[in-house]
């Protein structure tokens, strides 16, 4: 019963070889020849944006965690979890891109050929329940600063180093959500110094209580922030530009994959990549130093829209 390990393994290390090469569909689509086509649209985009950013993939690492696997007598199905890392050359400079994906694998019992392998999971699915309408300034709301003292400062530093260090882990502090990509941004935002706005009203400010444990719907639902953040007048609060290279490190991208004005999933600014344009942090999928625009998303749609807030620089 190894023999379908290593054929999995050997897989693994000769997708790990096409997603160095500058003909990544073709490569990825020969050892995947029953690939669905979400999964061709996907690794097309990818490619497409890697030649026109003008980036090359020049190493690609990658870590499996089988979950579970499922035996019949005509297959075998490998549910797996794999944490990639590209190192990427673009414009005389590297970063390392991490991201991590749950995914399932089918390998035939002739002779133990893979005949799909596609991932499972889309960001922005399954959100949290929120009203449609939020009230942002209304009282009763409690800053949770001290009014008597100085206006607190926006340490993007520290918002960046938190995103860092909880890109692919959950903070014991805090819950964590199965879609916790909202969740995570809050905390990076929190981590930053932004300053709390509290009420017993789910639907207003933007808090996360730790005892009794609650939270704001803004706190943890990608719609509601979306809102929260250019109609706050006060804590934490973003303002709108209209391209993504405006953006600094701590600012926030918010993503509506369908167009249909239910925003779905939201990011945060780390770094900037050699032409200006930000790399991103994300959970739900878990993601460190992704390009913005997640065409290399499965929930990537041709209607997609973006917002881009500049969050404040002082509270």
């Known amino acids: 019963m190894t023999q379908w390990k290593d054929a ?38 990818v490619e497409q944006q890697l030649q026109a950013r003008r980036a090359t993939v020049r190493e690609s690492k990658g870590r499996i965690r089988v979950r579970h696997v499922e035996e019949d007598q005509e297959r075998i199905r490998v549910h797996y979890d794999a944490n990639i890392a590209w190192r990427i050359e673009h414009r005389q400079s590297e970063y390392l891109q991490r991201w991590v994906e749950q995914r399932v694998c089918h390998l035939s019992a002739d002779r133990w050929r893979v005949e799909t392998d596609e991932g499972k999971e889309v960001e922005g699915a399954g959100q949290q329940h929120a009203p449609s309408h939020v009230v942002w300034e209304e009282e009763p709301v409690y800053q949770a600063q001290n009014p008597n003292e100085k206006r607190v400062t926006y340490d993007r530093e520290k918002a960046v180093a938190y995103a860092h260090r909880w890109w692919n882990d959950y903070n014991p502090q805090f819950r964590s959500f199965e879609v916790d990509c909202t969740n995570y941004i809050s905390q990076c935002l929190w981590a930053g110094h932004a300053p709390m706005k509290y009420s017993s009203d789910r639907a207003k400010g933007w808090w996360y209580r730790f005892e009794p444990v609650n939270w704001s719907f803004s706190w943890s639902v990608a719609h509601s922030l979306r809102w929260y953040l250019p109609n706050s007048q006060s804590g934490l609060r973003g303002r709108e530009v209209t ?46 130093n992704r390009y913005w625009d997640y065409t290399d998303s499965h929930a990537w749609t041709e209607n997609i829209k973006y917002k881009f807030f500049r969050i404040a620089d002082h509270f």
């Not at 897989?11 to 061709?40: F, I, V």
């Not at 509506?256 to 994300?282: C, M, S, Y």
Request: aromatic share 8%; hydrophobic share 25%; with cysteine.
């Open 8 to 45: 999995f393994r050997n897989y693994m290390k000769k997708k790990n070889q096409a997603y160095c090469s500058d003909k990544l569909m073709d490569r990825l689509s020969g050892l995947n020849p029953q690939m669905p086509q979400h999964e061709k649209h996907r690794w097309r985009r």
């Open 243 to 288: 391209s993504a290279d405006q953006l600094r490190p701590g600012d926030v991208i918010c993503y509506d994959f369908d167009g249909d004005g239910r925003w779905q999933h939201t990011t945060i600014v780390v770094a900037k990549d050699g032409a200006g344009e930000p790399l991103v942090n994300a959970h739900t999928s878990n993601s460190q």
